[in-house]
């Protein structure tokens, strides 16, 4: 079935160093990805996301690297801050019925990044 | 503009009450969507709602579950004959009609303990 996993499940970095989360999923039909970031007691924020048409974006801070090939989806956070601190979930999106694309979204199981100061 | 309204933020039940979890979209949004997450696990989709119809329930459990979006007022996420394992945060997003993801937002989750 479909599913959404992540390599490593915890990562600790010192500020200011580059953090890499990685991401593998296995439905080759989905056209949208997305990486949120989940702070403790709180919901999930977006961070950024890239279709499936690209094999880059890049955002303040972050950049996504998609691979098709190997369905593999990284995240990549520049200058860690301690306020990177977080739990990060990527997330793909499959069309859904008749074609058309809405929010049902199916996660992976998160990957905890700590930030030493 | 405030964000995605859920309530409680928290809330207790003994086995076999019923929870009923609300979430008031934002401003202009008539799409909604309900999530499950399971601790230390990614959220799980339910259902997707817009203005009075169920559009996608799919990951609704067969029983005890259900969900409305009315005209008037916020969404419902009904859980009846809560068991232990219902315990979970649910959280709720709301997207305007006809607009991309990136305009969705999440609301803060309401933690739901089953005793």
């Known amino acids: 079935g479909e599913s959404v996993g992540l390599h490593l499940p915890t990562l600790s970095v010192q500020e200011g160093d580059n953090s890499i989360i990685n991401c593998a999923y296995s439905n080759s039909a989905s056209d949208y990805f997305i990486w949120y970031k989940q702070e403790s007691g709180k919901g999930p924020q977006f961070i950024i996301d890239i279709r499936s048409n690209m094999d880059k974006r890049q955002g303040q801070r972050v950049t996504v690297l998609l691979n098709k090939t190997v369905k593999h989806l990284s995240l990549q956070i520049a200058a860690t801050q301690p306020g990177d601190s977080a739990v990060y979930f990527c997330a793909e999106r499959s069309q859904g019925a008749g074609g058309t694309s809405y929010g049902k979204l199916t996660f992976g199981q998160g990957t905890i990044l700590t930030v030493h100061p | 503009n405030a964000g995605v309204m859920q309530n409680p933020r928290h809330l207790v039940r003994r086995r076999g009450q019923e929870a009923r979890l609300r979430c008031s979209p934002m401003?202009?949004?008539?799409?909604v969507y309900w999530y499950r997450q399971l601790p230390e696990e990614g959220l799980k989709f339910m259902v997707y709602l817009q203005k009075e119809n169920i559009i996608d329930e799919s990951g609704m459990p067969k029983e005890r579950f259900s969900a409305e979006f009315p005209k008037e007022g916020p969404s419902i996420l009904r859980i009846q004959q809560v068991v232990r394992g219902d315990s979970a945060a649910y959280f709720c997003?709301?997207?305007?009609?006809?607009?991309?993801?990136?305009?969705?937002?999440f609301g803060q989750g309401t933690r739901l303990t089953v005793v």
């Open positions: 997003a709301s997207s305007p009609p006809r607009a991309p993801w990136t305009e969705a937002f």
């Open positions: 401003k202009g949004h008539s799409h």
